[in-house]
């Protein structure tokens, strides 16, 4: 613990605050939705991200201590708050970045002010997204990041990312200049309104952003310790001989290709949750197995037209995309030969297709030699469907690095 502490002492001390920000304009992004403060700058890596998604209704008066891991380092921090599922503007007045000393406990000197076109405060307008202005100093990699923010007036849909598989804290009034966790005693499994983070690493440096469902959001592998699979990938990275330093992991429990419900769907939230991070170069897809399994008379034709139609818009933003094979998942309750038909047609498609600029093979890595429509026991998280630690492991370790060292199409 002592050494714990003392290794987040010493990254504290590189998140400094100084200097003076200028202000910025209202900016409409192409995908529908407003960007409030300067945006995103051609330096800027998204360093986290979750996927957005319509939350219960907000409480005024609230604050939220949020836990997100960096995955690449960088100076000039920026946060994006989210309130696109909103229905009305909601008004922050206090926002600061810290680094976790452990729980709701930031290390001594590390929590500083973040501004939005230079004020203290920030409202943002339903179905709009504010960026943070930069903020001085240099956020290391690989580091238990806290976001504290606290609103006055937060009522309506809240935006944010329901399944965490991390411990964030929440309270009453603003506590967010405080680096005790005196004051922080709720505990909370989600990340309310924050959405991205974003770093200016060095120059040449790009991200990958994995584009999913819940075995992408992380659900059965350990909570708080940073072991879903787009963990694991930027653990690999960070060590790899690479550009491509950033990750976001942009699962949501449920999401389906080609239908609201769990999320929009991958095809729907595209553009904000995947093309309009900063930096992104690489867009990995690894979704299907909810659009099968829900029996809703999807067919194999219909998730590759989707497929399609998701490669098609990365390559025309000029970013390059990487398909993977649907998993086994015989041994769950909606599991039927009909299902597996249709998993077996779609992954016979990516694994020749040229829509991809490559892919990798989740399905083969994780199926058991002995009953290749199952998981094999070893990676199975318990319910037949979700990997546990070592499954997410083995699929982040079967990406080939080289297909994400991409320029483009």
Known sequence: MRARIARARRLAVLLLLAGTVQAAPVHASDDGFRTVGAPADRRDVVTWGAGADRMGDGVPDRGYRLVVHTSVGGSGLRIRLSNVFGDRPVTFDSAYAGVQSAGAELVRGSNHRLTFEGANSVTVPAGAVALSDPLPGR???ATNLVISIHSTDATGPATGHWMAMQTSYATSGDHTAEESAANWPETTGSWTYLDSV????PAGTGAVVALG???TDGWQST????RRWPDYLARRLAKADTAVKGVADEGISGNKVLADGAGQSALNRLDRDVLSQPGVR???LFEGVNDIKAHTGVTAQDLISGYREIARRVHAAGKCVVG??????EGWSEWDPAAEAVRQEVNAYLRGSADFDAVTDFDHILRSPYDPERILP???GGDHLHPNDKGMQAMADAVDLKSLDCAGP
């Open 223 to 226: 909570t708080d310790l940073n």
């Open 324 to 329: 993977a094979t649907v998993a086994p998942f």
């Open 378 to 380: 070893f990676f199975d």
């Open 198 to 201: 974003s770093v200016r690493p």
């Open 282 to 284: 690489i867009v990995f």
């Open 213 to 215: 469902d819940s075995i």
């Open 139 to 141: 956020v290391p990699a």
